[in-house]
């Protein structure tokens, strides 16, 4: 089974700052998806950025960008320029491409507080 | 608002009971996912169904059962309700049942066990 580790419980920058939230994963295959959400405090799940494994190309949407190291099996995600809206709860996520069975398989997550 | 939606936002209710969660899907969406936010287990998968089948099964209960109607929307029926249970129940939609298909997530029924 694949599993998610998200070893940052809590992270506390200061607004306009560039944040480093990790992520590892652990699978067996070689065609899967990767995934960000966020979970402000509204409780709503919100899709920030995914990756394909197969791309090397880092996937970036705006202020979030990704550092996809396939073989170390890591899935960082990147916020620059940091803004208040940016507090949330961050959840990594794996999505088996061969087989999706499983749906998403969710890291623990990173609250992310961003000060003013 | 991501056009999934979730009825109720919340329900409280007693040890032992059955409750009935219900998800509308996206206008076009097929596929209709179940997941439950818990402190103790965080994000899990229950279940998945595509144009009324089951299609994926994750960490369901026997308890737990849930089923897709032909106008799509979707029903997640818990039985026997336990204090562990009490949690966020997400209904997520998308268009396909293949991977990497952005899912889309409803704002979730809190339920509450006594």
């Known amino acids: 089974a694949q599993t998610v580790t998200q070893s940052q419980p809590e992270m506390s920058v200061q607004e306009a700052e560039t944040v480093t939230l990790s992520c590892t994963y652990d699978t067996s295959e070689n065609n899967y998806y990767l995934f960000w959400y966020k979970q402000p405090p509204s409780r709503q799940m919100i899709l920030v950025i995914r990756q394909e494994a197969y791309k090397q190309q880092n996937a970036t949407e705006n202020r979030f960008s990704v550092n996809f190291q396939k073989a170390a099996k890591s899935f960082s995600l990147k916020i620059s320029d940091s803004q208040l809206g940016d507090t949330a709860m961050y959840f990594c996520a794996f999505e088996d491409g061969q087989r999706p069975l499983h749906g998403l398989t969710f890291g623990k997550g990173t609250h992310l507080i961003i000060q003013p | 608002d991501s056009g999934v939606t979730q009825t109720p936002k919340h329900l409280i209710t007693a040890t032992g009971q059955r409750v009935t969660l219900r998800c509308s899907p996206r206008s076009g969406d097929l596929s209709v996912y179940w997941y439950q936010q818990s402190l103790d287990q965080g994000l899990q998968f229950l279940i998945q169904y595509y144009n009324g089948e089951e299609r994926a099964k994750g960490n369901i209960l026997e308890r737990f059962s849930a089923q897709q109607f032909p106008d799509l929307h979707s029903e997640l029926n818990l039985s026997s309700l336990e204090l562990g249970d009490s949690a966020l129940y997400f209904c997520?939609?998308?268009?396909?049942?293949?991977?990497?298909?952005?899912?889309?997530f409803g704002p979730g029924t809190r339920l509450t066990v006594l």
């Open positions: 997520a939609s998308s268009q396909t049942s293949l991977p990497n298909n952005e899912q889309f």
